[in-house]
């Protein structure tokens, strides 16, 4: 069963999370960290986002962060 839609309002805060496929890594080396940390920064300027917090392990990351518009896709 698929969880219910969620709905999307301005300024609301959102927790986020993604995990690796089979609990695998998603990030291997600070490379790949660097790489995800300024994608992040890109598209928290072009979705009008305040990035309240962030924890990004090997396997997986989570985002707390506030919309300016209710534009969560």
Avoid: C
């Amino acid at each position: 069963m698929a969880r219910e839609w969620r709905i999307e309002y301005k300024e609301a805060p959102y927790h986020v999370l993604s995990r690796g496929n089979e609990r695998r890594n998603i990030v291997f080396e600070d490379r790949d960290r660097h790489l995800f940390l300024d994608t992040l920064g890109e598209i928290s300027q072009r979705f009008e986002f305040d990035l309240l917090a962030y924890v990004l392990m090997d396997n997986h990351y989570h985002l707390l962060f506030r919309t300016n518009r209710a534009n969560l896709i």
